[in-house]
C-alpha cells in the first residue's frame, strides 16, 4: 500500500531518475517527462517529439503513468494509465509485478503510448 506523502528527497529522486532514464532510453520518443505529486502518488506524463496542439496552441502531454510511493524511491506500486475509462489501474511491469522502478513504469507505459 503506498505510503505518503512523497518527501521532497523522493520526489527530486523520481524526477532525476524519469528524466535521465527517458533522455537515455526514448530521446526519439520523448521530448520531457512532466511529474506531478499528490500525496502519495507521482502521476507520470510525457511531451512526444510529435506536437500535438490545441487550438490555443498548448502542448497535450500523454498520460502515462501513476506511482506510489511504498518508501523507497526505487520500489513504487504501478498504475497504468488507460484512455478508455480515463483512469489509472494497478498493473504488473514486464518482470511480473505490480512494484516496479521508476524506469520499469515508465518503459510499460512509454511502450504503449510513445512507441
Request: with cysteine; proline share 4%; charged share 25%.
Amino acid at each position: 500500500m503506498p505510503r505518503g506523502p512523497i518527501t521532497e528527497v523522493a520526489q527530486r529522486a523520481l524526477r532525476t531518475q524519469l528524466e535521465r532514464h527517458a533522455r537515455a532510453a526514448c530521446k526519439h520518443q520523448c521530448r520531457a517527462v512532466l511529474i506531478r505529486f499528490r500525496g502519495a502518488y507521482a502521476y507520470v506524463d510525457a511531451l512526444p517529439l510529435r506536437r500535438e496542439r490545441r487550438a490555443d496552441r498548448a502542448e497535450i502531454p500523454v498520460r502515462l503513468c501513476r506511482l506510489g510511493y511504498l518508501g523507497d524511491t526505487n520500489r513504487w506500486q504501478y498504475a497504468f494509465f488507460t484512455y478508455s475509462d480515463m483512469k489509472y489501474a494497478l498493473s504488473v511491469v514486464a518482470s511480473g509485478s505490480f512494484e516496479a522502478t521508476p524506469e520499469q513504469a515508465f518503459d510499460c507505459s512509454a511502450g504503449v503510448y510513445l512507441g
